[in-house]
């Protein structure tokens, strides 16, 4: 996961790069493009067999839009960009992904990995302030539309020595449309942030309660 993440985002930069220098003396600095790394915390309520552990990392890149706000130093942005988020279980694996409501089952055995992977196309819009000119306080609004879910189970499932590879590149229930408010505080291209999702990740009722809290770095080297 680690390597495909570190791979996505260096072919996002470099086209994104690429994108910049034929942009106009006009245009420059309208349009930024970034990468975020993250840690998802879960705020909504437990669920039977569902836990997730403490460390849950994902990542996200995008392009953004600037608007300068009456000559001033602060701007507007709206943009686009893609988010995955990966929710990794304590002592459980997801056995039912295709039921009318998802279900989970504990491991009391030994495994190497259970998670659920989630990712996102995302259309963010944002408020940009500039403090003496190297500091920045960003607030935003980020509208999240599902493109895949899938799960991920590798490790023991019954008392023997066998491993158990068990997949799903599809899963039931989850919300299609998500909503997330942001806050990112930077210095120059560096930034950190804070993003809460305030809808399900699944329907209400169907899934988990999965609510994250995203706690991250992020750079706008362009």
């Given at each position: 996961m680690k390597?495909?993440?570190?791979?996505?985002?260096?072919?996002?930069?470099?086209v994104n790069f690429a994108q910049a220098q034929l942009l106009s003396e006009r245009t420059k600095g309208l349009v930024v493009i970034g990468a975020e790394m993250f840690t998802d915390f879960n705020t909504g309520e437990a669920y039977e067999n569902f836990t997730l552990r403490d460390i849950n990392q994902g990542f996200s890149a995008y392009t953004?839009?600037?608007?300068?706000i009456n000559k001033s130093h602060h701007f507007a942005s709206i943009g686009a960009g893609f988010t995955s988020?990966?929710?990794y279980m304590k002592d459980a694996y997801l056995s039912r992904?295709?039921?009318d409501v998802t279900e989970f089952d504990q491991v009391p055995y030994e495994y190497d990995k259970s998670k659920i992977n989630v990712n996102y196309v995302d259309i963010p819009i944002e408020m940009n302030f500039r403090i003496k000119n190297m500091f920045k306080i960003t607030a935003g609004f980020k509208f999240g539309i599902l493109t895949t879910g899938k799960s991920k189970y590798v490790g023991k499932l019954y008392n023997d020595a066998k491993t158990y590879r068990v997949k799903y590149c599809r899963i039931n229930n989850l919300e299609k449309y998500v909503y997330s408010l942001t806050l990112k505080v930077a210095y120059r291209s560096v930034y950190v942030f804070g993003t809460y999702q305030f809808t399900?990740?699944?329907?209400?009722?169907?899934?988990?309660?999965?609510?994250p809290l995203s706690i991250g770095?992020?750079?706008?080297p362009f």
């Open positions: 390597k495909t993440s570190f791979l996505v985002i260096a072919l996002f930069l470099l953004m839009f600037n608007f300068q988020h990966n929710f992904p295709y039921y399900d990740t699944f329907k209400n009722g169907l899934g988990p309660q999965i609510r770095i992020g750079v706008r």
